[in-house]
Structure formats: structure tokens, C-alpha cells
């Protein structure tokens, strides 16, 4: 099933939003860059976001502007 780019991004808030981090729509080679650093695949992102689940959730987006 392909979601439409602004369902993507949509289904990504919501779950941020509702904590479930494991259910993130993202591919096992997914890479995340950040002023941070670089994460890549999806194992060792989720592993990260377990680890400090304490700062990544229990926050809530507005999104003001979207360009898809």
C-alpha cells in the first residue's frame, strides 16, 4: 500500500503524538540526519528513541505550513 506524501507525513506526527515510535512509517534502510548527527536504519533509530523515550515524547505538533 503507498500513502500520498502529505498522509506520510500526517501518519507520522500522529504516531510521535500517540508515542507509538515503533509504528513509525519508515523503511528499514531509513537514514535521519540531524545538527546532531546521522542515524542510519530503522533498528537503530527506534533503538535511540527507546533509550531516551523520557525527551523524544509527549509532545504535541501544530503544523503551520506544509509543502509537498
Do not use: C
Amino acid at each position: 500500500m503507498y500513502m500520498k506524501l502529505n498522509e506520510l507525513v500526517k501518519k507520522w506526527f500522529e504516531k510521535w503524538e500517540e508515542g507509538d515510535f515503533k509504528n513509525l512509517p519508515i523503511s528499514e534502510n531509513f537514514i535521519h540526519t540531524s545538527p546532531y548527527g546521522t542515524i542510519q536504519g530503522k533498528k537503530q533509530y527506534i533503538r535511540l528513541i527507546e533509550a531516551n523515550k523520557d525527551k523524544f515524547l509527549g509532545h504535541r505538533f501544530e503544523l503551520h505550513d506544509e509543502l509537498y
